[in-house]
């Protein structure tokens, strides 16, 4: 490697900011942090700026700002503190940096993570739902900049060391047939269909074999997660939504599996940990120690599959329609998604009603080609609106 990389981590104080972080200090001969984002739980980014001692700091608001530099000064560090979207989008395109990690939530991370493409960044990207979103301007954006694009999700980065290196012939130029998505199948895989009513957002988020954020908890239990990375995975690899297929495997082992016309299919395995897909991104093509450890086949004992009950996961079914009606429908999905999940996190609305509501919004909302950025943030707007104006008709 020519010289120490220089990383941006956009959302540092999440889940996959703070895997990225841990994978990043155990190699501090090959990569530097050159920027951290956080926008809440702001005294453990100044905890991160202490221990990573980056150049640049992104908080959302002026008072959060003032605290940071206060705590910042005090520390006698000389990170600077960028404020609110042109705060993240700076740090993401600085001609210094080579890598921008994309772990915001929702599309909050649009924005950055398609300036980081813009720049010509090696991108990696755990925020999924900025791809599901714009899926056609973003990865035009990738082939103008010249980008490297590398996916985090594990299914996807599973997918991706599945393929061969010259995938982007076309899938059916390089053999392949199908794409298995693996999904876990959440916390309520198994729980009657009766009691789905009552479930909390505490039961949501205790999800069997990862530990995430809370959005992204909720959508593994709803399996809107799995829809969303439908939508992702035909954006990532050029496929059509009937080339990738669903396949519930509750142990969370194999992360994905590639479908060969000779009938092969070659699966990437691991521990459910997400610093292997960080640590593949990050060193790729290269391979980085990255912490996790070995898998014990002994231990996993055996795999199961199932394929996925549309009844129980409604979610699965609107994105799966979202994927096929393209346009602004997988846009109107994710933002009704995160209202919907908002909603259901705060108590306003029970669990089987973030699928209604997400149903009506998108029956409600026209399909329109998606030219610009701004057409994407008016379809999610609307869809917002429409998620809103749901809500007080409840009387939620
Ligand atoms: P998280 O909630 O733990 O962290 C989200 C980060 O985004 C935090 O740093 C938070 O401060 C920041 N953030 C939240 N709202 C913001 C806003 N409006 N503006 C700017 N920053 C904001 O979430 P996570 O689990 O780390 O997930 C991050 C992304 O990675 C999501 O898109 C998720 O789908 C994806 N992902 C996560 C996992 C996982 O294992 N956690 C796996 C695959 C993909
Ligand atoms: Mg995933």
Same mark, same amino acid.
């Given at each position: ?83 609110? @979207? ?31 493409? @813009? ?59 199908? /794409? ?21 957002? @505490? ?41 990738? @297929? ?7 082992? /194999? ?83 995160? /209202? ?13 009603? /973030? ?42």
């Amino acid at each position: 490697m020519s010289h120490v990389q220089r990383i941006t981590v956009l959302g540092a104080t999440g889940s996959i900011g703070l895997s990225t972080l841990d994978v990043v200090a155990r190699h501090p001969d090959r990569y530097q942090v050159f920027a951290l984002s956080g926008f809440s739980r702001l005294s453990e980014l100044l905890a991160l700026c202490i221990k990573h001692v980056p150049v640049f700091a992104v908080v959302p608001d002026e008072a959060a700002a003032g605290n940071l530099r206060e705590g910042l000064r005090t520390a006698g560090l000389a990170t600077e503190v960028l404020v609110g @979207e042109a705060g993240l989008c700076q740090v993401a395109a600085d001609p210094q940096v080579d890598a921008v990690m994309a772990a915001i939530v929702g599309a909050a991370g649009l924005k950055p993570t398609l300036a980081a493409v @813009e720049a010509g960044k090696k991108v990696l990207l755990a925020n999924k739902e900025a791809l599901v979103m714009s899926g056609h301007l973003f990865m035009q954006a990738v082939r103008q900049s010249g980008a490297v694009l590398l996916p985090i999700d594990s299914e996807h980065n599973a997918i991706f060391q599945c393929l061969p290196g010259d995938f982007t012939r076309g899938l059916g130029q390089v053999g392949v047939r199908r /794409i298995l998505l693996t999904a876990s199948g959440g916390p309520f895989r198994e729980t009657p269909l009766g009691d789905l009513q009552n479930v909390t957002p @505490e039961q949501a988020c205790a999800h069997p074999n990862w530990s995430m954020g809370r959005k992204i908890s909720v959508d593994s239990a709803s399996m809107m997660n799995k829809g969303l990375e439908l939508i992702e995975a035909c954006w990532l690899f050029d496929a059509q939504p009937s080339q990738v @297929e669903v396949v519930v495997h509750p142990q969370s082992v /194999i992360h994905s599996l590639v479908d060969y016309i000779d009938g092969s299919v070659l699966a990437q395995l691991g521990n459910p940990d997400m610093r292997t897909p960080i640590a593949h991104a990050l060193a790729w093509p290269e391979r980085l120690a990255s912490g996790v450890a070995p898998l014990d086949l002994f231990a996993v004992a055996r795999l199961d599959f199932q394929a996925p009950d549309e009844q129980r996961f409604p979610c699965l079914r609107l994105a799966r329609q979202a994927a096929q009606a393209g346009g602004s429908a997988p846009a109107v999905l994710n933002a009704a998604n995160e /209202i919907a999940v908002a909603a259901f996190l705060e108590r306003r609305i029970r669990y089987p009603e /973030i699928a209604s509501m997400i149903e009506e919004v998108l029956n409600q909302e026209a399909v329109v080609a998606l030219d610009g950025l701004e057409a994407v943030f008016a379809a999610d707007g609307r869809a917002r609106l429409l998620a809103e104006q749901w809500l007080s008709r409840q009387g939620r």
